[in-house]
Each structure stands twice: as structure tokens, then as C-alpha cells.
């Protein structure tokens, strides 16, 4: 595969009036695997968008083999440049299949039809993906992280030479997690394949990149190797924790912890959450400043609920970064539900990793279950996981968002002292 060159120069975006990103400038070249960091609204997101050509810059230019991508037709960016994003709309019911056969649009002529060499290349790229058994299956009945592999194989039958992701396993399983990053991790390296891919987890990114880029407030606030960008001021001044940053001995890939900082004291009553994937980040925050006593497990240590659990210094009951739940983490956390006034299912994806979470969660008393998806986009379990979840659900107190958790939470209060 002939390589690529990415050069990003001095590029600024803006939403209307506001800045997002504000002199962005590296390079990529075939080979290299950069990820992107930083806190939420950091820009991430929008320099993916700038450098794939859906948002263009105020200022400053993209240059695919020094060629002003805005000036490109899409379908030859097409051939070189393949996306992952975050979320992907498919409005129509097409087979898996026929949505991997999408990534071979760029090769067709006006009105031509996939051929057999078509096909043979979408089906590699599902049987990489682990998605070729879900071939017939209508694309709006799979679960999100199957959805999520046939993007990532649709990207793959482009045969792109960049492949650029945005937090590409936030709905895998912990198994497809591994798989789906070691995968993008060897095309990265036997066919000299640009990835640049958005990450929130510290510790993936400093596993699979050789070059990171870290964003605060829509700038480059640092670049370079993991172990020159992801220090202890670094993250620091960034995410506004203080961690402790360690090599492994075995791998020699770093391993980040929080260390502990009192927030607020707790004056109210005992919150368990079961969380992940960052989805109870700023109901922790702002559970802990109501001064509740707030615990959080199972979690993989990096995951950024868990970052922020540290953080604020609340019990947590943790795993190794892709580690199934121990029958040991499972009775801690069974505990702490148990000792719980509240406890809060948050919506997280639920996986054989992860399900014991869901088993635990029968023990709580009250239970409040955040819900912004159904569970059948969620469950990567073969639908043990929508079995549970239902008779969770069945008798829980289901809300929306993080500001109806607390409303709730005032209501079971005053009920309880009534």
C-alpha cells in the first residue's frame, strides 16, 4: 500500500463565533499512530471534522499528499481517508453487508455495481472486524458495539491508507476492545497506515500510540511520545487532577493513577454508582458538591469515571484495564450497593466484562436507572444483558439525564424523612 502524508497547518475552527481549535499544526506521515487527548470540549472531536473535510477551518489548511483537502472531490479523499465517528446515522434498514459494500463507493464508477472483487474485500474486512456472521442482519436490529464493527469494517473496505477514529471502542466490549485496537494497530504497521484516533482513556492511548497529541481549550497543549506528553504537570494542568504516573515493569507502557483529593464533605446519605465509559463524570461532581457520600464499581482502572472517582477520593471498586469482574471485585461491589441508601445505573454498555454489574445492581434497595438508550443498543451480551437489565428496570425509578437523577434523589429523601 503506497502511504500518505497529513500535513495540518495552523488551522483555527469556529461554531459561529466561537473559537473550538486555535493554531493546530503536526504531521502524519504512513506509519504513525497519533492519539488525541484531552478534557471534554477540548476540540477533539472538531479537529477530526476539520481534517476529513465536514467542518472547514476559519483559517489555516489540510493537506492530503500536499493537496488542499477542501479542494479534493470526496470521492478521491475517499480512496485515501476512511472515518470512523462517533456516532453513526444509517436511516435506512440495509443488511450489514450492504453497508460495508458502502466503503467501496469511492471505487465505482457513476452507476456501476459492487462486483466480485467487491465482495471479497468487504467480506475480509467483516471477517477482521469479527462482523461477518452479522452479514444478513438489518443494521438498525444490531446492538451498538456490532454496529460499531461494521462501521469500522465499512472504513476498512475503502482500503483507506489514513483511517481516522473518534473514541472508537466506547461501544465494545472489553473482548472487542482489545481485538478491534490490535487490529488497527497491526494495518498500522504492516501497511503504513496513518490512524490518528480521538481517545478519553489515558491508558489505551499511551498503550497503542506512538505519538499523542494533547488538547486544552482548542490548543495543542503538548506532543511527543506518551512518556514526554502524559506527566504528571501535564495532565494536571489539563485535567485539573493529580495522578501518579508509573511504567509497567512487564510491558513498559505507562500506567496512570489518580491520587486522592477531598472535595466536599459528605453530609447526606450513601450513593453507589455503576458506571463507565465516562458517563457519570459530572453527576459525581455534582453529587459530591450536594454532599452525598458516593462510591462507584466495578470500573477499569483508567476508564474516565474512574479518573474521577480518585480524584474525588470515593471508594472504588476497581479491575485491571481489560479484565473481566472477579468474583472478588463482584462481592466488594455487592457491598457497597448493600450499605447504599441510592444506588445509580448509569447508561453504560453492558458486556460479559461488565454484566456482573448488572447481577450486583439486584441488591439495591433504591435503585435509579439514567436511560438515554435503550439497553438493546447497548448490550454486547447476546441479550443476557437485556434480560437483566428489564427486571431492573421493572422496579427502579428511570430518568434521563443527570440533573433528573438529583430531583429524584431530593424526592426519595423527603419521603424517606415523611
Known amino acids: 500500500m503506497q502511504s500518505v502524508t497529513l500535513r495540518i497547518n495552523n488551522i483555527a475552527c469556529r461554531y459561529e463565533t466561537t473559537n473550538v481549535l486555535e493554531n493546530i499544526n503536526f504531521s502524519a506521515t ?12 477540548s476540540g477533539k472531536s472538531t479537529l ?31 480512496k485515501n481517508l476512511a472515518v470512523v465517528p462517533q456516532e453513526s446515522v444509517i436511516s435506512f434498514a440495509f443488511t450489514a453487508l450492504e453497508v460495508v459494500l458502502m466503503g467501496r463507493t469511492p471505487h465505482l464508477n457513476r452507476f456501476e455495481m459492487e462486483g466480485t472483487k467487491d465482495l471479497i474485500i468487504a467480506k475480509k474486512a ?30 476498512l473496505a475503502q482500503e483507506p491508507k489514513a483511517l481516522l477514529l473518534d473514541e472508537p471502542t466506547d461501544h465494545l466490549d472489553i473482548n472487542y476492545q482489545i481485538e478491534i485496537l490490535d487490529l488497527i494497530k497491526r494495518l498500522n504497521k504492516e501497511e503504513e497506515m496513518v490512524v490518528i484516533a480521538v481517545f478519553h482513556d489515558l491508558n489505551i492511548a499511551s498503550q497503542y500510540c506512538d505519538r499523542l497529541i494533547l488538547l486544552s481549550k482548542g490548543r495543542i497543549f503538548a506532543a511527543g511520545r506518551a512518556g514526554d506528553v502524559l506527566t504528571r504537570e501535564n495532565i494536571e494542568k489539563v485535567y485539573g487532577i493529580k495522578v501518579t504516573v508509573k511504567q509497567d515493569g512487564i510491558s513498559g507502557r505507562l500506567i496512570i493513577h489518580p491520587q486522592r483529593k477531598r472535595m ?90 461488565n454484566i456482573k454489574n448488572l447481577k450486583a445492581a439486584e441488591q439495591a434497595e433504591n435503585l435509579i436507572i439514567v436511560e438515554k438508550e435503550p439497553i438493546e443498543e447497548r448490550d454486547y451480551t447476546k441479550g443476557e444483558a437485556t434480560r437483566l437489565y428489564h427486571q431492573l428496570r421493572a422496579n427502579a425509578a428511570l430518568v434521563k439525564n443527570s440533573h433528573a437523577v438529583l430531583e429524584i434523589l431530593k424526592s426519595m429523601e423527603s419521603q424517606a424523612k415523611s
Open 30 to 41: 504512513g506509519g504513525d499512530f497519533i492519539g488525541v487527548i484531552g478534557p471534554n470540549a
Open 48 to 78: 477530526l471534522k476539520s481534517i476529513s473535510k465536514v467542518l472547514k477551518p476559519h483559517t489555516g489548511v489540510v493537506l492530503l499528499n500536499e493537496r488542499d483537502v477542501y479542494t479534493l472531490k470526496s470521492a478521491e479523499i475517499a
Open 126 to 155: 467483516m471477517e477482521l472486524t469479527n462482523a461477518w456472521h452479522l452479514r444478513e442482519r438489518p443494521i438498525n436490529t444490531l446492538s451498538g458495539g456490532e454496529k460499531q464493527r461494521v462501521i469500522i469494517a465499512r472504513a
Open 264 to 353: 466536599t464533605k459528605a453530609t447526606k446519605g450513601r450513593v453507589h454508582m455503576v458506571a463507565g465509559s465516562g458517563s457519570a463524570v459530572s453527576l459525581m461532581n455534582q453529587l459530591v458538591d450536594d454532599g452525598y457520600n458516593v462510591s462507584l464499581g466495578v470500573i477499569n482502572i483508567g476508564d474516565s469515571d474512574y479518573i474521577t472517582a480518585k480524584t474525588l477520593e470515593l471508594d472504588v471498586v476497581e479491575e485491571k484495564p481489560f479484565s473481566h469482574i472477579t468474583e472478588e471485585s463482584y462481592e466488594k461491589n455487592l457491598e457497597l450497593i448493600k450499605q447504599a441508601d441510592y444506588v445509580i445505573l448509569t447508561n453504560i454498555p453492558i458486556g460479559f466484562a
